[in-house]
């Protein structure tokens, strides 16, 4: 078993910054690949970034490429999201996952945290 932790969300102005945190403990962190995800209100979750085992290969989704940036720390046990230049549209609870395998579908992670509200105001 994995648990998962976020926090860090909360209300920012569009166009400001926030960086999420998930903080994991259980079986060796350090194995799994580690996405986030986002649902907003009416909408399915959807991907958002994952980063492999030692940090070195990152994919983002189309919308938040060159304005997120996802990292991990393996001796925190952490892995972070650090969100700039927000937008209104970027409005949902965030998650962070645990995996073995590199995929965008959510079906594909085994473990998840309970999510952090992120709410962005225009």
């Known amino acids: 078993q994995v648990q998962l932790v976020e926090s860090g969300g909360g209300l920012v102005q569009a166009g400001g910054s926030l960086r999420l945190s998930c903080a994991a403990s259980?079986?060796?962190?350090?194995?799994?690949?580690m996405g986030w995800f986002r649902q907003a209100p009416g909408k399915e979750r959807e991907f958002v970034a994952h980063?492999?085992?030692?940090?070195?290969?990152?994919y983002y989704a189309d919308p938040v490429k060159g304005r997120f940036t996802i990292s991990r720390d393996n001796a925190k046990t952490t892995v972070y999201l650090q969100m700039n230049s927000l937008r209104p549209e970027d409005t949902a609870v965030y998650y962070c996952?645990?995996?073995?395998?590199?995929?965008?579908?959510?079906?594909?992670?085994?473990?998840w945290g309970q999510g952090t509200q992120v709410t962005v105001s225009s």
């Open positions: 980063i492999n085992w030692s940090g070195g290969f990152t």
């Open positions: 259980g079986r060796t962190f350090s194995n799994y690949y």
């Open positions: 996952a645990a995996g073995m395998i590199p995929t965008t579908n959510m079906r594909h992670y085994d473990y």
